[in-house]
Nanobody, 119 residues
């Protein structure tokens, strides 16, 4: 069973940076897509970024393009979300998720990590 665990959240001032990590275990990570989502208080969870594990191809939501970078370490089975130029509106719980490339929906989710950006 695939398990995901996020880390790296915390409190940062506006304009600062954080790097989130998502460690995957339980399966061989090859034909999967790893994604990051965020959910702010009172809002629905929304897509942030994703990476195809085998090719490294990346996808971003418009509101993070140019500020966030998703990457992965094949050896460590870990995905990262480098977040720069953080804004108070980026405050949310950030979740990593995974799905097999052929699936439409993300089947595996981590418990989430809180990111708080102060103004």
């Amino acid at each position: 069973q695939l398990q995901l665990v996020e880390s790296g959240g915390g409190l940062v001032q506006a304009g600062g940076s954080l790097r989130l990590s998502c460690a995957a275990s339980g399966v061989t990570f090859s034909s999967h897509i790893m994604g990051w989502f965020c959910q702010a208080p009172g809002k629905e969870r929304e897509f942030v970024a994703a990476i195809a594990w085998s090719s490294g191809y990346t996808y971003y939501a418009d509101f993070v393009k140019g500020r966030f970078t998703i990457s992965r370490d094949n050896v460590k089975n870990t995905a990262y979300l480098q977040m720069n130029s953080l804004r108070p509106e980026d405050t949310a719980v950030y979740y990593c998720a995974a799905r097999r490339t052929r699936d439409r929906d993300y089947s595996y989710w981590g418990p989430g990590t809180q990111v708080t950006v102060s103004s």
